[in-house]
Nanobody
């Protein structure tokens, strides 16, 4: 059974940094089709960053390009999202996901989802 558990969220000031982690069990992470999403109350789930293939190619939403970096540690089976230069508009619940159904891995159609973790950025 696949479980994804996010950690590392919380409160940050604008301009600050946070690193989210997503620990996977029941499945070996590889570069294929794993990603990070976020959602604000009443909003749609937005693709932030993902590995779109097993060669490590990545995709980023325009809103986070140059500020966020996705990475993974295969030995620890953990997916990371380093978030720098945070903005108040980055405030959301962040989710990791595994097993994209779509070629565009930023589309929120995945087989498995974490429970989500809150990130709040104060101005």
């Amino acid at each position: 059974q696949v479980h994804l558990v996010e950690s590392g969220g919380g409160l940050a000031q604008a301009g600050g940094s946070l690193r989210l982690s997503c620990a996977a069990s029941g499945f070996t992470l590889d570069y294929g089709r794993i990603g990070w999403f976020r959602q604000v109350p009443g909003g749609e789930r937005e693709g932030i960053s993902c590995f779109r293939n097993s060669f490590g190619a990545t995709s980023y939403a325009d809103s986070v390009k140059g500020r966020f970096t996705i990475s993974s540690d295969g030995a620890k089976n953990i997916l990371y999202l380093q978030m720098n230069s945070l903005k108040p508009e980055d405030t959301a619940v962040y989710y990791c996901a595994l097993g994209a159904y779509e070629t565009d891995c930023l589309q929120p159609r995945y087989a498995y989802w974490g429970q989500g973790i809150e990130v709040t950025v104060s101005s």
